[in-house]
């Protein structure tokens, strides 16, 4: 598996650096957001590391896509979200913050008052 040492969500998926646990399979690894925009917001993100949208193999795009699908349903059947919005930052000037991929999975409920 490829980890960067220096990287905050590699710490985390290898559990050197605390973290919520959401879920977890083969290839990625799921945990709530330290800042919530909205109760529930969390983080998927590829176990191996890869620092962004256009550099993540598209396998493992695929499978943060699919969990991040997968957690959103459980949002909304058990934290009784109205709606969930998936949100990835590439680069700097879009926002991103943290240098290993990541989607954010942001349960939305209609009195939230998150904005953009
Ligand atoms: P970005 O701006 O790169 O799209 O999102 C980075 C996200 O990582 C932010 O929502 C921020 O709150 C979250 N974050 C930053 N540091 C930590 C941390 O140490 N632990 C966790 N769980 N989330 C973090
Ligand atoms: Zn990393």
């Not at 945990?31 to 983080?43: E, K, R, S, Y």
């Not at 795009?61 to 991040?68: D, E, F, K, N, Y």
């Not at 058990?78 to 709606?83: C, F, M, Q, T, V």
């Not at 998936?86 to 926002?95: H, K, S």
């Amino acid at each position: 598996m490829s980890t960067d040492s220096d990287c905050l969500f590699c710490g985390i998926v290898a559990g050197d650096v605390p973290g919520t646990r959401v879920a977890e399979d083969e290839a990625t690894y799921a945990f709530m957001d330290i800042n919530p925009a909205t109760p529930g917001h969390l983080l998927v993100v590829p176990k191996r590391h890869s620092a962004d949208l256009l550099e993540i193999d598209p396998a493992d795009l695929s499978a943060v896509t699919l969990a991040a699908q997968r957690i959103a349903a459980v949002a909304r059947a058990e934290l009784g979200a109205d709606g969930v919005n998936l949100l990835n930052c590439c680069g700097a000037d879009a926002w991103q913050t943290v240098f290993h991929f990541h989607l954010h999975v942001i349960p939305r409920y209609a009195d939230d008052t998150m904005t953009p």
